[in-house]
C-alpha cells in the first residue's frame, strides 16, 4: 500500500512538472516562457503576420552585463493565438568570420521584418553597430530569406541618404546652414540646438545619416517605410522602401528635430498613422510620446504621453520602453503596444510589457493591466 502511495505522490510530482497549461492571458513582466518553458528570449521586438500566424522576431540576449551584445543574433518564435510561444530557432545568425561586420560580438538592435509579395521574400532590417566601437557606427543593416524563419542572408549594413536632402528641407536652407561649433562644452541642450539647427544633418551629409532605433511599417498599398532616430538620437527619419524592400529610396522626410525620440512604433487606425516613441535615456524607462499624422510621409504632430496612470507609470511607461504595435488577427482596429523592460544587469532576463491600445474620441492611450486578455476588444 505504502509503495502505490508513494508511486501515486511521484506521478502526480512528475504531472505537474512537466505540463504546464497553455496561457490564456497577458501577464505584464512576468517570466515568459516559451513551448520549452524557457522564457521568451526576443527583445526590442518586431512581428510579423502570415498565414493567419504571427511571427516574433528579437534580439536573442545573453546573461551578465555584456549580454546586450549580440552573440548569437535574431530568434524568431511564432504564435496562434499571441499567448503561447513556440521557438522558432535563430532567424539571422552572427557571423564567426571576424571580416563580417555582422561579427559575433557586434550590436544588433530592434530586428524588424517584412513580406515583400513581388518578391515573395521575407526582409529584415535592424540597429546595427559594430563590434568594439559601441554606438558610433549608427547602421540600418538588411537581410534577406525566402523563409519566414530563415536563415536570413545577411546583405549590408550602412550608414543612409549620404548626399541626398530630405523632400522637406530646401536646398537654399541647408546652403545656410553653419557648421558645428566644435569649441562649445557639449551639453544634452548644445545637442538638441545641434540638431534643430540642422548642424547635426549637414556635418553627416556627406558621409549618410545616422540610424539607430528603427521600425519598417507596410502601409496599405504594400509600400514599405524604414522609420529611424538619427542624428545623435535627436531626429526621426522616415524613408520609402524600394519595391523590393532591400533598399532606401531617396524620398524621405526628417521629423522633430531636437525632440530626442527613440523606439519608434507606427501603426495605422480609421485613416490616421500614429506613432509610439521614447524619451532618450539609455536602458532607462521614461515618459513615452504619441504622434499623429495624415500621411505617413506628411507632417507629424506630437500628442504627448500616451500612458494613464499614476505619476510613477507615466514618467516611465510602466517601467517599458516602445518596440511594436501588433494588430490583432481578426479583431477590428485592436492593437497590442508591446515594449520591452530592459534588465542591462542580466539583459537575457528582460522583460515584455504588452497593453492593450485604448482609443478614446480616436486618440490611442494606454493603461497598466497585470493581467488581461484578447477580451478586452470588443469588436
Ligand atoms: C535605448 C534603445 O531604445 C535600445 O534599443 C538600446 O539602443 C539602448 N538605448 C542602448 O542604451
Known amino acids: 500500500m505504502y509503495k502505490y502511495i508513494l508511486l501515486l505522490i511521484f506521478s502526480?510530482?512528475?504531472?505537474?512538472?512537466?505540463?504546464?497549461?497553455?496561457?490564456?492571458?497577458?501577464?505584464?513582466?512576468?517570466?515568459?516562457?516559451?513551448?520549452?518553458?524557457?522564457?521568451?528570449?526576443?527583445?526590442?521586438?518586431?512581428?510579423?503576420?502570415?498565414?493567419?500566424?504571427?511571427?516574433?522576431?528579437?534580439?536573442?540576449?545573453?546573461?551578465?552585463?555584456?549580454?546586450?551584445?549580440?552573440?548569437?543574433?535574431?530568434?524568431?518564435?511564432?504564435?496562434?493565438?499571441?499567448?503561447?510561444?513556440?521557438?522558432?530557432?535563430?532567424?539571422?545568425?552572427?557571423?564567426?568570420?571576424?571580416?563580417?561586420?555582422?561579427?559575433?560580438?557586434?550590436?544588433?538592435?530592434?530586428?524588424?521584418?517584412?513580406?515583400?509579395?513581388?518578391?515573395?521574400?521575407?526582409?529584415?532590417?535592424?540597429?546595427?553597430?559594430?563590434?568594439?566601437?559601441?554606438?558610433?557606427?549608427?547602421?540600418?543593416?538588411?537581410?534577406?530569406?525566402?523563409?519566414?524563419?530563415?536563415p536570413f542572408e545577411y546583405i549590408n549594413s550602412f550608414r543612409i541618404h549620404a548626399n541626398q536632402l530630405p523632400i522637406n528641407l530646401l536646398q537654399k536652407d541647408f546652403d545656410s546652414i553653419l557648421p558645428i561649433n566644435e569649441n562649445q562644452k557639449l551639453t544634452k541642450q548644445i545637442r538638441i540646438e545641434q540638431a534643430k539647427l540642422g548642424q547635426l544633418f549637414k556635418r553627416d551629409f556627406e558621409n549618410g545619416q545616422m540610424s539607430r532605433d528603427m521600425t519598417l511599417f507596410v502601409d496599405d498599398d504594400e509600400t514599405a517605410y524604414h522609420i529611424t532616430a538619427s542624428e545623435e538620437n535627436q531626429t526621426l527619419l522616415i524613408s520609402k522602401l524600394t519595391d523590393d524592400y532591400l533598399s532606401l529610396t531617396n524620398d524621405y522626410i526628417r521629423i522633430f528635430p531636437g525632440q530626442r525620440n527613440e523606439a519608434p512604433a507606427i501603426f495605422k487606425r480609421k485613416g490616421k498613422y500614429f506613432m509610439f516613441t521614447s524619451g532618450l535615456t539609455g536602458w532607462n524607462p521614461n515618459p513615452g510620446k504619441l504622434a499623429i499624422a495624415d500621411k505617413l510621409m506628411g507632417n507629424w504632430t506630437f500628442l504627448g504621453n500616451p500612458c494613464r496612470g499614476t505619476k510613477e507609470e507615466m514618467a516611465t511607461t510602466f517601467w517599458s520602453q516602445s518596440t511594436y504595435v501588433i494588430p490583432v488577427i481578426g479583431k477590428k482596429d485592436a492593437f497590442i503596444f508591446a515594449a520591452d523592460r530592459w534588465r542591462p544587469k542580466n539583459p537575457i532576463d528582460g522583460r515584455y510589457v504588452w497593453l492593450p491600445v485604448q482609443f478614446e474620441n480616436d486618440i490611442p492611450f494606454l493603461e497598466l493591466f497585470p493581467h488581461w486578455d484578447l477580451s478586452i476588444f470588443k469588436n
Open 12 to 150: 502526480l510530482l512528475f504531472y505537474n512538472c512537466s505540463t504546464t497549461k497553455p496561457y490564456t492571458k497577458f501577464k505584464t513582466a512576468e517570466k515568459w516562457l516559451d513551448n520549452n518553458k524557457v522564457h521568451i528570449n526576443a527583445h526590442g521586438g518586431g512581428f510579423l503576420i502570415y498565414n493567419k500566424t504571427y511571427y516574433w522576431y528579437g534580439e536573442h540576449k545573453i546573461s551578465g552585463e555584456k549580454g546586450n551584445k549580440a552573440m548569437v543574433g535574431v530568434r524568431i518564435y511564432s504564435s496562434k493565438d499571441l499567448y503561447n510561444w513556440k521557438n522558432e530557432g535563430v532567424a539571422l545568425q552572427m557571423i564567426k568570420n571576424t571580416s563580417s561586420k555582422l561579427q559575433i560580438g557586434s550590436i544588433v538592435e530592434r530586428p524588424k521584418v517584412i513580406y515583400n509579395k513581388k518578391t515573395n521574400k521575407f526582409v529584415m532590417w535592424f540597429h546595427h553597430e559594430l563590434k568594439d566601437q559601441a554606438y558610433k557606427a549608427a547602421l540600418t543593416g538588411v537581410a534577406v530569406s525566402d523563409n519566414i524563419t530563415g
